[in-house]
């Protein structure tokens, strides 16, 4: 998290996809935003899921695709605590509270994102 308590968010990155004008995002992009937040939340639900003692290889695998998509739009502060998650040398027991942090990180970073492109109508 940034000095302001705000998770680290590549606006560049999101101003190239989602345009200049916060109030006016395609109607396209607003779709897709809106499916990328759906499907990460089905990606963090589907890691709570698994089991890190038999499953890392499948962890790290969803860890990575769900990275790139996010990065892809500026989630920079959720990539890197994803990237822990998949290329981190970590005790088992340190696993939930890796997803909590992601979490709570993806949840902010949403929230980040909305106020400032307030026409893509995440809630």
Known sequence: MSETNEPNFDWSQASSLLGDDPQQVPSDMVEIVQELIDSANQHLQELKNKNIETQRKEIGSQAHQLRGSLLNFGFVEVGSVLWQIEKGDYPPSEYPAL?????????????????????LKLV
Do not use: N
């Open 99 to 119: 997803l909590a942090r992601t979490d709570s990180v993806f949840q902010a970073s949403k929230k980040l994102l909305a106020t400032r492109y307030p026409s």
